[in-house]
């Protein structure tokens, strides 16, 4: 509603002034409106596979051999080699295993005995992993020598997801 | 509107209580979360973005949850006092800006844990969600229109956007993902975590709700401030509207 009085040249510029910041106001409404839908359609196309487990490949819906999936598991013990600069490893989860290939170093805090996420495709017996990221648990244990030996000295197992 | 005045209607001896708590709580968690707790056995010093990332995000869902219990009071209450809209449109602010912290907080975290800044998981994306949710509520709260239609339309959408908390709180237990579950409110009554570590976080939500609180107080005195402004301007084109009239006459 707009009072002002319209014979005031003072206060004129007021109007034009208060329609731009409402059209700035619907300007990011629309971006919200195209933000949230990309959001979501982003989440939708992306849960459809985010994630198998190891030992669902091939038995359960979305986890084909062949289609482009990410798979679950741990990363066993005495598996990992990193050979020209492409680093395998052996994932296992409810004591079913699968060969992993992935080129580079996978980052973050990935090692023997954690959990991963590898993001790729089966070829033949062989998981091609394009990116793997690491699942870490809910658990924070303060780092200390005595605790690292005991862990060290424990062979480690197949985490529930 | 001097300084002194300003200082007189902002501030009060309860927010200078609250911040003073702030204050005290953050200063232990930076002493706390750099020097004193121990580096966690996988994740070494990265584990230091949880006494940040935590807080950032209780505090987030909380202002959010405010902003709806505001927003239905101001609904259901026979007066519509716009001092329910004016806490409801601080907290949503607030509440954004935190939740922006907890993103931008668990992406460097991501990063150094995960491997990746970003991974379009459950958790991840139903977060992002709401942070829009929120700015879009900030942007229907500036669209214009008198107080009155500014308290109704966001207050509706307060009550719809509040439903998604439940969802991305328990997306990680809804959903196989990436972002781990819960450690402190696990439900399982099994805190998976070192004492001290514990401690220090729970120190940081203290910390950040009291900074929350103190940042809302401000805030929707100062919304209180420009609404009377508002009305002050309103009133005296009314008055030239009035004088213009009489002057035709």
């Not at chain 1, 190891?54 to 062949?66: A, K, L, N």
């Not at chain 1, 992993?129 to 690292?148: C, G, P, Q």
Request: net charge neutral.
């Amino acid at each position: 509603m707009d009072l002002t009085p319209r014979t005031s040249e003072v206060n004129a510029p007021l109007a034009p002034r208060k329609r731009n910041t409402k059209w700035g106001y619907v300007a990011v409404l629309v971006v919200i409106v195209v933000a949230g839908g990309t959001i979501v359609t982003k989440f939708l196309t992306s849960a459809i596979d985010y994630y198998c487990n190891v030992d669902e490949i091939g038995s359960r819906d979305g986890c084909e051999p062949g289609r482009r999936i990410r798979v679950q598991g741990t990363v066993e013990q005495g598996s990992l080699k990193s050979v020209n600069n492409s680093t395998n490893f052996v994932m296992i989860f409810n004591e079913k295993t699968i060969q992993v290939v992935y080129e580079g170093d996978p980052g973050g805090i990935f090692q023997e005995c954690i959990p991963v996420v590898a993001q790729g495709r089966l070829v033949g017996d062989v998981f091609e992993a394009t990116r793997i990221e690491v699942k870490h648990s809910n658990s924070y244990v303060a780092d200390n020598t005595e605790r690292l030996t005991k862990a060290e000295a424990q062979v480690c197992s197949p985490q529930a997801g | 509107m001097d300084a002194q005045t300003f200082n007189a209607r902002v501030a009060t001896p309860t927010t200078r209580l609250i911040g003073a708590l702030a204050i005290v709580s953050m200063a232990w968690v930076v002493i706390g979360g750099l020097i004193v707790t121990p580096k966690d056995v996988d994740q070494g010093d990265a584990v230091r973005i949880m006494y940040v990332h935590v807080p950032t995000a209780w505090v987030a869902y909380l202002a959010f949850i405010v902003t709806a219990l505001a927003s239905a009071c101001w609904l259901l209450s026979r007066k519509h006092s716009m001092g329910f809209d004016r806490v409801a449109g601080a907290s949503a602010e607030v509440g954004v800006i935190f939740m922006a912290m907890t993103l931008l907080s668990g992406s460097l975290w991501g990063r150094i844990t995960w491997g990746s800044y970003w991974a379009w998981d459950p958790r991840l994306t139903t977060t992002s969600f709401l942070l829009v949710t929120y700015i879009g509520y900030l942007a229907v709260r500036g669209l214009g229109g008198s107080l009155e239609q500014r308290a109704r339309r966001s207050a509706v959408i307060a009550l719809l956007a509040v439903l998604e908390i439940p969802l991305v709180h328990f997306s990680v237990l809804m959903w196989r993902s990436l972002h781990q579950k819960a450690s402190v409110l696990s439900g399982d009554g099994d805190i998976k975590m070192d004492g001290s570590m514990l401690t220090t976080l729970l120190v940081g939500v203290i910390g950040f709700t009291c900074t929350f609180a103190w940042l809302v107080m401000h805030r929707q005195r100062v919304l209180a401030m420009q609404d009377a402004m508002q009305m002050t301007q309103l009133d005296a084109a009314l008055r030239e509207r009035a004088d213009e009239s009489a002057g035709l006459k």
